[in-house]
């Protein structure tokens, strides 16, 4: 099931054996999909732990909450549908939670719109997403587990298409479940049906599956978006990676950062096929063309499916969905990121699990990888009195602290920039296997080298007895040059039990030509998202620290490299907190 329950306690390493594929790489320790905690889920909250709470990430007062799914814009609302657990704090009874806003920031609850009360949906109503059809009806697809443990694809409708927030909505008995898998899909393998899109004279959608260790996106067809058809080959498919969940396809504009309506074609139209592997817990992506005649995707050259690909964020992101904003002609990217604190820790605090800041999306100019930004809204909750500084230098040792700051909530950009890469340090060839958090673990941000690591500390304590760098390294390869990108947790706190990991990824850009680098994080109490260079790499962090909470948080910029490192502009700013899923009580109007 798209965003189901996830811990990390261990790193591992993974083996894909039925392909003589040995991925080096240290990955999220993962527990099974759908694990229950039967003497947890049905504890609700005696009280709630703000410690490490969020104050403006997306979550509801309390309780378990997993994979976004089902975002979309309708009559001047964002509609925004999350798993959830309304009686504890671990995965369970999970129905479909509902919330609206105006502005994708200030947020208010509804009743839940979805629940495990029919035959094809009894023992469960997982992910899913919504469609617009024609005379603007919204429709919403998703999966539902039959009596018979059979993951089936179900449908569902608003009661009343004249209520502005669409309060209710009924699965009707006639045409459900409108996919029913055949004996030669695994049907305890097949979820997660995609928005859908309209080519051909027919619509068209895609269920994640698996086959083996092959990955595979089945493609169903309809004319009138009743009945639906299989098509004879998948729309895309991957050896050696395992259940394909929450799968994402979607165009893109090859200019501009316009997003495009999901059935938008044309003969530059791109487009971006995106699962979430099942076998790792991360969110790959690729880009490529859309043959509609043929209904194949086709990924373009080193565009790589599975663990080797692009990824949204190379931190604790999981379940992503996207959509189409009317209002504003943009593509939206919504992700879940998990606790990483354990099962007793989440029944204690009476929450888990938060949905990140929207992001919008779009091609590079490159055309080879997406480019990621908090959304404009976000910038409605700053203070209007920002820190500055500019022109400041950072000799090799020292961290300089932006004072004026809240550490556990801020939202802060940086460029930086250097005289020369000579100091560089040469690029282990023993790397080029590994995954870049392997490498990032490695090095770590007190270990000494020529260009960085520098960057922020974030959510850290005055004496720095704990603290989360978000840092580069640059390294020489050859003729060019190697630009890595850390969220390093294994700092972050001094509470035992935790799983702190170095997140890592590479950015694709040519600091012999720029000589500068840019970084913005967003802060909040126990998350960090980072975006490198303009949203080109993105890592989010989980923290949990002991010291360095609440006012006692604290910002430093640092250098631990020999060469000085210049910080030519920081602005930073404290974080205000939006309206978070008040209750939007019946016959009243959203703020």
Sequence with gaps: ??????????????????????????????????????????????????????????????????????????????????????????????????????????????????????????????????????????????????????????????????????????????GNPFIDPDRSVNASAFRDPTTAWFVNGEWHTVVGSKRDMVGVAYLYTSKDFKKWVRAKEPLHSARGTGMWECPDFYPVSPTGRRGLDTSALGKEVKHVFKVSLDLTRFDYYTIGVYDKEKEKYVPDL????????????????????????????????????????????????????????????????????????????????????????????????????????????????????????????????????????????????????????????????EKLEEFTPVMFRVFKKGGKHVVLFCSDATSSSLAKGLYKPSFAGYVDVDVSKTKKISLRSLIDHSVVESFAEGGKTVITSRVYPTLATGTKARLFLFNNGTEEIEVDKLTAWNMGKPVMNVPLNKGASIN
């Design 302 to 461: 080193g565009s790589v499916d599975s663990w080797a690909g692009l990824r949204y964020d190379y931190g604790n992101f999981y379940a992503s969905k996207s959509f189409f904003d009317y209002k504003k002609h943009r593509r939206v990217l919504w992700g879940w990121a998990n606790e990483s604190d354990g099962e007793a820790r989440d029944k204690d605090k009476g929450w888990a699990g938060i949905q990140l800041i929207p992001r919008k999306v779009w091609l590079d100019p490159s055309g080879k990888q997406l480019l990621q930004w908090p959304i404009k809204e976000l910038e409605m909750l700053r203070s209007p009195d920002p820190r500055k500084l500019n022109s400041k230098v950072l000799k090799h040792g020292r961290h300089v602290e932006v004072d004026g700051i809240t550490g556990a909530q801020a939202d802060v950009e940086v460029t930086f920039s250097f005289r020369s890469l000579d100091r560089a340090e040469p690029f282990d060839p023993k790397w080029a296997d590994l995954p870049a958090q392997d490498v990032c673990h490695q090095k770590g941000s007190t270990v000494p080298g020529g260009l960085g690591p520098f960057g922020l500390l974030t959510v850290a304590s």
């Design 1 to 174: 099931m798209c965003g189901e329950k996830l811990r990390s306690s261990t790193a591992t390493s993974l083996h894909v054996a039925a392909f003589c594929v040995v991925v080096a790489a240290t990955i999220i320790g993962v527990q099974g999909s759908h694990k229950v905690y039967p003497e947890l889920q049905s504890l609700p909250a005696e009280k709630v732990d703000e410690t490490h709470r969020t104050g403006y990430h997306f979550q509801p007062p309390k309780h378990w909450i997993n994979g976004i799914f089902c975002p979309m814009y309708f009559n001047g609302l964002y509609h925004l549908f999350y798993q959830y657990n309304p009686k504890g704090s671990v995965w369970g009874n999970i129905v479909w939670a509902h919330s609206v806003s105006k502005d994708l920031i200030n947020w208010q609850a509804l009743e839940p719109a979805i629940e495990a009360t029919k035959p094809f949906d009894i023992k469960g109503c997982w992910s899913g997403s919504a469609t617009i059809l024609p005379g603007n009806k919204p429709v919403i697809l998703y999966t539902g587990v039959d009596k018979h443990n059979r993951q089936v694809q179900d449908y569902a409708v608003p009661t009343n298409l004249s209520d502005p927030y669409l309060r209710s909505w009924v699965k009707p008995s006639k």
